[in-house]
């Protein structure tokens, strides 16, 4: 009942900048935490941010002065500045929501399709 949409990857050069957005649609009667999460071939899928309803945050240790977590709670996205890339941040990244539509009685994880970043020279 919830679906959530990745936009904004691609293939940047090392010390570039991206923009991902996370957009949030369906009957929705609440959305609590929002977060970003990162997969790379060959490793496990970990966290990079997190921001909760009230807008407070929480990061990787590896992306912390470089990554900036946001939501616009009036359009359900969730959005992940990310700059200073370097060539360790290639990975498929994927948002993440705990959020309540409107016929359940129960907050749901939810998981976007994933969208691919690479940092290459």
């Known amino acids: 009942q919830v679906q959530l949409v990745e936009s904004g990857g691609g293939l940047v050069q090392p010390g570039g900048s991206l923009r991902l957005s996370c957009a949030a649609s369906?009957?929705?009667?609440?959305?609590?935490?929002m977060g970003w999460y990162r997969q790379a071939p060959g490793k496990e899928r970990e966290l990079v941010a997190t921001t909760g309803s009230s807008g407070g945050t929480d990061y990787a240790d590896s992306v912390k002065g470089r990554f900036t977590i946001s939501r616009d709670n009036a359009k359900n996205t969730v959005y992940l500045q990310m700059n200073s890339l370097k060539p360790e941040d290639t990975a498929v990244y994927y948002c993440?929501?705990?959020?309540?539509?409107?016929?359940?009685?129960?907050?749901?994880?939810?998981w976007g399709q994933g969208t691919q970043v690479t940092v290459s020279s």
């Open positions: 369906g009957i929705i009667f609440s959305i609590n935490a």
């Open positions: 993440n929501a705990e959020a309540r539509a409107f016929g359940d009685t129960y907050f749901k994880r939810y």
